[in-house]
């Protein structure tokens, strides 16, 4: 079993940054592939980012391209997400969660989500 603690979110103006991190415990995190998901209040959860187990490979949700970078690091077993460029459309809760199975892109396909972190991004 895994355990995820995000951190990192907090209130930020309009084109700002923040580093968000997911620490993990447990078993073989090295393993999988890690993703990023965020949840708009009334929205569905949407994806946000993916690596794969060895960081050599990433994908973004269209909506974050080229402002998003996810990394990880798993000798301290923890995965990041750089967030440059923000717009108020980026206010969500953020989790982060391991894939386990079929497409990357659907949260239904993910176990061992964290508790989440806010990012609110003010106008």
């Known amino acids: 079993q895994v355990q995820l603690v995000e951190s990192g979110g907090g209130l930020v103006q309009a084109g700002g940054s923040l580093r968000l991190s997911c620490a993990a415990s447990?078993?073989?995190?090295?393993?999988?592939?890690m993703g990023w998901f965020r949840q708009a209040p009334g929205k569905e959860r949407e994806f946000v980012a993916a690596?794969?187990?060895?960081?050599?490979?990433?994908d973004y949700g269209d909506s974050v391209k080229g402002r998003f970078t996810i990394s990880r690091d798993n000798a301290k077993k923890t995965v990041y997400l750089q967030m440059n460029s923000l717009k108020p459309e980026d206010t969500a809760v953020y989790y982060c969660?391991?894939?386990?199975?079929?497409?990357?892109?659907?949260?239904?396909?993910?176990?061992?989500w964290g508790q989440g972190t806010q990012v609110t991004v003010s106008s």
């Open positions: 969660a391991v894939h386990v199975r079929l497409s990357y892109y659907m949260d239904l396909n993910y176990d061992y």
């Open positions: 690596i794969s187990w060895n960081g050599g490979s990433t």
């Open positions: 447990g078993r073989t995190f090295s393993s999988y592939r």
